[in-house]
Structure formats: structure tokens, C-alpha cells
């Protein structure tokens, strides 16, 4: 059960640059403040994580898109309109002195996750919530916080509990145009072809 001192008690570790795993609608993330150059690599040391993959992030609401781009494009914002919250991570190009590790090929993905907890997350840090699945390079994710708590132990500091989590992956796509997929999940293609014509 995650009630509102769960959340409070997240938010403070984010702020102080810490580890939180949460649910999504998905499965389960480890995520830290995007924006903090420190936290980004603690999280990148826990995962394993090569330096060449970039970490998408989870957005709070649509308005948060401020802090990643200047150049959210009218299809970025009518696939937000018609698919946020939810499994679609769209690449944004990536404002100037955002970290490393949420930049690749000068993009961020990036997506309003339809989980509450997450969203909460993001809104509580008032910042972008670096958002991989918590499970460390070529493990299975986790669906459930023991699962991650058994990946991560004393790495994290805080665990929050939705239950159990076995949503597809988000599907990860560059609006261009033209259109390219570069992971296939949730939502279907056609259906994000059908609310970009």
C-alpha cells in the first residue's frame, strides 16, 4: 500500500539525490532526480548500465515538457494529447546542459506515465523522474518491489509497493516526421499513425 507518507518519504530521497524504485504502468522503475548529474550516475552504477543507453524519463504532466525541450513539435504534442498518461515514449530534442545520461543523438524520451505513483513521483520532485526498469543490464525487470529489492538491497532507498506489474513495455518512437518505431510495446503502431494524420 503507498499512501500519501510513502510519497512524501520518495520525494524527499529523490530531493536529496537518492534511489526510489516504483510501480508503473509497465513494470517496475528505478529512478532518480533526471536532472541531477550525481544521482543520474549513482543510478547508472546500480543498473550496470552501459554509457551509450540513454534513460528515458517519466513526466508528471505534459506542462514538464518545458524542462526537456524548446522544440516539442505540433505531432509530439497531439501523440501527448492523445496518449499521456500512458506506454508511449516519444524522443523530444533535448534542451542545452541536460545530463548525459538523458541525451542520445541530442534526443530525450520521455512519457506521462498513466501509473498515479509514478506521476506523484514527478509532481512531488516538481522535476523529470529518470525512469529505466529496475532490474540491472540483461536481468529480467522486476515486477514487484521484493523482486527489485532483491536486485538493488541497500542501493535504493526507498521501495514503494503497488503490487505486482506486467504491463508491455512502452512503446518507444520518434514523432519525425517521418515516423520511426525503435521499440515496439503498448500501443499499437497503427493506432499512432491514426492520431498523427
Not at 27 to 55: F, H, M, S, T, W
Not at 136 to 149: C, G, K, L
Request: proline share 8%; aromatic share 4%; net charge negative.
Amino acid at each position: 500500500m503507498v499512501d500519501d507518507n510513502c510519497i512524501e518519504r520518495a520525494v524527499a530521497a529523490l530531493t536529496a539525490g537518492e534511489l526510489v524504485v516504483f510501480p508503473t504502468e509497465t513494470v517496475y522503475g528505478v529512478g532518480c532526480d533526471a536532472l541531477n548529474p550525481q544521482a543520474l550516475a549513482r543510478l547508472c552504477a546500480a543498473k550496470k548500465r552501459p554509457a551509450e543507453k540513454g534513460i528515458a524519463v517519466i513526466l508528471a504532466d505534459t506542462e514538464m515538457l518545458a524542462q526537456l525541450t524548446t522544440g516539442a513539435t505540433d505531432r509530439t504534442r497531439a501523440l501527448a494529447q492523445a496518449f499521456w498518461p500512458g506506454p508511449l515514449t516519444v524522443l523530444v530534442p533535448s534542451r542545452a546542459g541536460l545530463p548525459d545520461p538523458i541525451v542520445r543523438d541530442g534526443r530525450t524520451g520521455c512519457r506521462v506515465s498513466a501509473d498515479d505513483i509514478a506521476r506523484r513521483l514527478s509532481a512531488g520532485l516538481g522535476r523529470p523522474l529518470a525512469s529505466p526498469s529496475a532490474n540491472p543490464a540483461d536481468q529480467e525487470p522486476a515486477h514487484d518491489a521484493e523482486a527489485a529489492r532483491r536486485y538493488f538491497g541497500d542501493t535504493v532507498s526507498v521501495y514503494l509497493d503497488g503490487g505486482h506489474r506486467d504491463g508491455a513495455p512502452s512503446t518507444l518512437i520518434d514523432p519525425g516526421p517521418p515516423l520511426r518505431v525503435l521499440r515496439a510495446g503498448a500501443i499499437d503502431v497503427s493506432t499512432i499513425e491514426a492520431a498523427l494524420r
